[in-house]
């Protein structure tokens, strides 16, 4: 496995979509920062908050990222000189997987960079214990590790590239859009002040009333837990700034990684190439 | 003789379709093996099943003496290479990229022997030019050179010139004959350009519908292929009818050309077809290709 991963770190290496993707996550972590930085300064304080927000931009190149690089191996059909001369189909998944995992952490690395370096010229701090911060980059690590995963199972099991492209982007979309969804479910409150006009014109502040739009019991622990175990609800979890349970995280993502590789892999073994 | 590959009865099947029914066959060591079929006959499925890019439904096979089902045959598969329909080349890299990234996948030391190896197959002078920009015959012999990296004992070649140019179907022809006779590399070449074929091949296994027909060698064949006379008549539809009447065998080629088969007067034929109006340009004598021998063999099928 050893000679594929030299193989694909080489072509890794020479691909421009990976190139164009880490310069973008670069630039678009480092814009936001500026962004945020002109209207709010004080953002600079509280740089480990800013360093955590940029996750999902990283998924969405590392989805186009990955998905052009796995393509290739079929468009081309280079994936036959692997197997050809006795690579087993078992090293060439785990093979494609650990690139493309380093890949994402790779992505992820520069989105930070940007921002890290650009924060501190501008005399900011990290705004949170470092253990606290230390473990949100774990989080961030795993999860992109995780989607990785996803993504590799995409990639492997589908023969055509666009096809590839699109279903990873589409995922991707979803993923986020479910994890934002989600959340924002999860955030309504449970109760709701609502405000009533008093007859000399003021404003009077009424009994708060249950809010019909609170997710509550069974419903609620799934969808946090959904949430709590997709890499995309962490992603989210950690822009918004309210990591549900920060500790367990990384294991979710490791059992993300284990279930995807697990299936990935087995069907992969069978699968009829061309 | 030792050979290289040996098939058991292998089936393959898609679903209700049956690409391989119970394929039989032997490669001999040294050997340029013609694998004929018409399209459809099961020749690229073999290939596949070779190569480890798909599984037999049943039966095996053996790849210098290890079984298709056990671990070793990854071992057995470093000794060979292949181009399996459309050459597999990274079409973003140059030729020399493209080596070095094979050489990498076989975990080679060096790249040592690049170099040559683009001479052989005549791209030494691509430079930077990528392989998108390649001609079909480039892209063709650049994917026989990465056949070649690691210096395989077996090729496998499927269908190598399809849609080359009369150049390029030379230049190819060529390469297969020198890596046969020079690194003494045995080939498995699937085709169905028979012409072609018959100008590389010492021996041949002619499969249809998912089954070995026959396999013979070269010098057998030659054996066996019928002398004909061809002749070249004015109206083959009357050369026919007086064929039929001295009880030949024939097969018709065109409108004036046809060859016939068995010991024929000469002087007999003259007179008849003066009979029967019709006039005869040539005779001359014509072994029966390969086409034909494969065609008495299978039979004209759907694809004939």
Redesign the interface.
Known sequence: M???L??NF??LW???SFWVCLILAFALALANFLSTYSVQPQCVEKLGRELMSGGMNVVLFLSISAALFLG?DYS?????????????RAEIYFSNLVTTAASGVIMLAASWTGVLITGLCLGGKLGMPVGEFFMYMLISVCAAVAISALFNVIGMLISSKSTIVTITLVSTFVLMIGAAVIMSMLAAPEYVQGYEMSVNGGVVLSEPEPNPSYVSGAKRDIMTAVNDILPSGQFVQLEMGSVHSPEFMPLYSLGVLAAATAVGALAFR?K??? | MENVLTTHGLVKRYHKFTALDGLSMNVPKGSIYGFVGRNGAGKTTLIRLICGLQFATEGSFTLYGMESGSGEISKARRRMGAVVETPSIYLDMTAEDNLKEQYRVLGLPSFKGISELLKLVGLENTGKKKARNFSLGMRQRLGIAIALCGDPDFLLLDEPINGLDPQGIIDIRELILKLNRERQITVLISSHILDELSRLATHYGFVDKGRIVKEISAEQLEKECRKCARVSVSDTKKLATVLDTFGLEYAVIDERTADIYGEISITKLIDALKNAGCELFSVNEHDESLEAYFINLVGVGENG
């Open positions: 050893v000679r594929l030299r193989a080489a072509r020479k691909t421009k290739t081309n059909g280079t994936i036959r000189n692997k197997l050809v001369i006795g690579h087993t069978r009829d190439l061309k």
